[in-house]
């Protein structure tokens, strides 16, 4: 009878504790990307994730400005270790308790950084990186995971493995499965996150579909409704994002870990650099993404089981990014470089808030001498354009329609901000001229770099300033004639 007793009682402490997890809220987090060509300062952008009330951030390496930034923040923190360091990690046990040492146990003291996750390479086994690091990952994290145990910190800090949607593949969600050559890594993998409490993390962009399939329909990328819903089975699917998501859940049932946790690590919309990149499509997603999510409503593979964490990408424009995938690869910021929210954004706490007390370069602009023959620009401008970013100028950019001689000074102005307003940097052989009137046109924005204590000044003499007040005339002649 008393057996009996406490099997019940054991009973219901399961069923509490399964409700539980049902019930706990998912929480909205943010990628901060540090390949930015203006960078505001480690405490500024804590600042500004402290005023927006956003309490988890995802870094992409172990950036120790932002980890000392961090400190005392209480913001859960998930630190990265970049693929191109996974083969010395995956060899040598000395190299990981280096790195465990010097990128956690560090900060993880008393007023220290809130480390819960080390990621683990990102998105390692793209098919275009062709296996490049697929033989890393598990010795990596076989590795690492001692050496936590040797810092008494695996209880704490949980190893994870970033990975891309097309890790797995169906034409239904309820039929995914993981590519075939990855099936036995995968299985490898999710039986170490399940055996030390690590949840999936899986990046999902609807963009991405939307914009490598021009048959794709564009009203199933969002949230809104969709006359191209997907059926499976007893299932109707309104959204990629849920399709996505549970093609996933479906993957990792086959390997018989169904009910494991799923973090999304990655998952946003760009505003800038391609057709259907804009600032109206990267609300409509975002804020639908977020109400989607904080709705509890789960999926149809996970009815009322959002999930457990969703991490928007990005907090910032990264003007440095590579733009091999596309030009929108720098612009999926949900702030502009210098902490300015792009559109009204509400992440359950309110709308966003623009950060504060930034310090601007004076406003001041570099632009295409409206006095000189500038047929000769060609160089200098693939010269600008090669150091700053300059792809809001291509097709579907919003500085696209601003013709050539907009074109560059937008190139020499991205250039000259970049080099802190440098006297030099705007000379151009003659073709540039700087001037204290905003050339911006439209939703065409001339940016001000931000200050960073280095901003370049001496070469301003007083002689120089009546020689750029003169030349501001004439800029505002020519603005006049056009």
Request: glycine content about 10%.
């Amino acid at each position: 009878m008393a057996s009996s007793s406490l099997l019940s009682s054991l009973l219901v402490f399961l069923l509490c504790s399964s409700a539980a997890l049902v019930v706990v809220e998912s929480g909205i987090g943010v990628n901060w990307g540090t390949l930015s060509l203006h960078r505001l300062s480690p405490g500024t952008v804590v600042n500004l994730l402290k005023e927006n009330k956003i309490s988890k951030v995802k870094l992409f390496d172990a950036d120790p400005f932002a980890l000392k930034a961090l400190m005392g923040s209480g913001m859960e923190v998930m630190v990265g270790i970049p693929n191109d360091m996974l083969a010395e990690l995956s060899s040598s046990p000395a190299a990981s308790d280096l790195w465990v040492s010097q990128n956690v146990s560090r900060y993880m003291v008393k007023g220290g950084v809130n480390i819960k996750y080390v990621a683990v390479g990102n998105e390692p086994f793209l098919t275009s990186y062709s296996g490049q690091y697929q033989s890393f990952v598990v010795p990596a994290l076989i590795n690492l995971q001692q050496s936590l145990a040797k810092a008494n910190l695996a209880g704490m800090v949980k190893l994870v493995v970033p990975c891309n949607a097309d890790a797995y593949e169906s034409s239904l969600p309820s039929q995914g499965a993981f590519r075939p050559e990855l099936t036995q890594i995968m299985t490898q993998i999710v039986t170490f996150l399940n055996s030390n409490g690590s949840p999936f993390i899986v990046n999902i962009y609807p963009f991405l579909s939307l914009y490598g399939n021009s048959d794709f329909p564009q009203d199933y990328a969002f949230f809104e409704g969709t006359t191209h819903s997907v059926i499976d089975g007893p299932n109707v699917y309104s959204n990629a994002f849920d399709g996505n998501f549970d093609t996933l859940v479906a993957a990792l049932g086959k390997l018989g870990f169904g009910q494991m946790p799923i973090v999304v690590g990655e998952v946003g919309w760009p505003t800038d650099g391609a057709l259907g990149a804009n600032l109206s499509a990267a609300k409509a997603f975002n804020q639908g993404l977020v109400y989607h999510v904080l709705s509890n409503k789960g999926t149809p593979l996970r009815p009322g089981v959002p999930p457990m964490d969703v991490y928007l990408f990005s907090l910032f424009d990264e003007g440095a990014k590579s733009v091999l995938p596309g030009n929108f690869e720098r612009h999926w910021g949900i702030f502009s470089f210098d902490g300015q929210a792009k559109y009204s954004l509400n992440l359950g706490k309110g709308l966003l808030k623009n950060a504060k007390d930034v310090q601007y370069l004076p406003s001041r602009w570099c632009v295409a001498n409206p006095m000189r023959d500038l047929s000769g620009v060609t160089d200098n401008f693939k010269i600008a354009c090669s150091y700053a970013d300059c792809t809001t100028l291509n097709y579907g950019g919003s500085c696209n329609g601003i013709g050539e001689k907009g074109n560059i000074s937008y190139a020499f102005n991205s250039y000259y901000q970049l080099r802190k307003q440098n006297p030099q940097s705007c000379e151009f052989n003659g073709l540039g001229m700087v001037t204290f009137l905003d050339p911006s046109v439209g939703d065409c924005r001339f940016l001000v770099g931000v200050a960073d204590g280095h901003t370049n000044t001496s070469g301003f003499s007083l002689g120089r300033k009546k020689t750029i007040f003169a030349l501001v005339i004439l800029w505002g002649v020519y603005i006049f004639l056009m």
